[in-house]
């Protein structure tokens, strides 16, 4: 396989700031550990719009498409909050999803022990917790047709409509089972059969797949009220969890504050395979811009290094190097570093954005 080639859309508000920090791993993968990645920035959101009238330029799409991989920051703010409906920073963030057909959105909610504190959970509950939702996210209710809101008699009715095809449901199954294989073998899914018949054909789906091509895999199924309350009893019973838009964008927001900070979750959405076989991929930090904090170097740049770490384990085949960089990132936690989201505690000088990203590739040198 030839060079890999990851296109960086740095964004917004703090997203450039955390941007930067991701910069110095990547270097220092390059230099110490042979990824040579094939690197390209560009510009999205508000920052495409001040430049080209667009949130996304059509040029930008195009290099999207034609990487190995798009690691995004953050889009937004204040000063866009005016403009028309499709010029706002977030239309060039759901057009790269859109056009990439990312159908497969992965939200790891993973406990550092060192931050075990920062849940609302016991320690014990989320101490080593290490989960993976795989929310379906080009279907279902956000986009079933048909849609709106009718006059009937003298009131008003809201209409959405819940609708998947088999092959929408196996895609994503397929991404679930996958990722089950590189981590704990075993896949929940969840949905609501004994009401709907979306959920009928979801089960039945999701179990097909399973028998023809994934049998080694342990296959759960959980109604989905009951998977949330299983997620906040006792999270460590799951390992990767497969479910639609609606549940899963419910499901991942639970799981993912299991663990602490926005500042600390990654995300992927991943689509169908490529020809190199990889996925089309877009990894970013589940937090916005944070316009309130932007340019006072006191952003957590965690969420993003995390995101590229997710790259190299689901995009790069370098589930060993993804390992040590999330490794090294507990080494840091551990040894009290702190940036302004995660202070709990009196006394902690937090790290600047930057220190906090120098106290990681510190970590990373000691690594080898
Ligand atoms: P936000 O995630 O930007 O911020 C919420 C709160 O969390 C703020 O107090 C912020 O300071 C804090 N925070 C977020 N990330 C942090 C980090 N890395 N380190 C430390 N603190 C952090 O959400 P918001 O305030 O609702 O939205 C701000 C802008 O971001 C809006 O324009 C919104 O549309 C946009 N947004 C973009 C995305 C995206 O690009 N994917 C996601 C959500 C919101």
Redesign the pocket.
Known sequence: MGKSSLLILP?D??GPE?MVEVRKIIDWFGSNRGLDFDVTEDLV?GAAYDAHGTPLHDETMAKALNVDAVL?G????PKYDNLDFSLK??RG?LRLRKEMDLYSNLRPAQCFDALADFSSLKTEVVSGLDIMIVRELTSGIYFGEPRGIITEGNERVGINTQRYTESEIERVARSAFELAKRRGNKVCSMEKANVMESGVLWRETVDKVHQAEYSEVELSHMYADAGAMQLCRWPKQFDVIVTDNLFGDILSDTAAMLTG???MLPSASLGAPMENGRPKALY??V???????AGQG????I?CILSFAMALRYSFDEGVEADRLEQSIENVLSKGAR???LLGEEGITPLSTSGMGDAIVEALAVSI
């Open positions: 964004g508000g703090i955390v959101g995004l953050a889009v937004g703010g920073p977030e963030l900070s926005l500042g970013e930090p937090h916005g811009s944070a316009p309130d904090i006191k952003a957590n740049p969420a940036t302004h989201d």
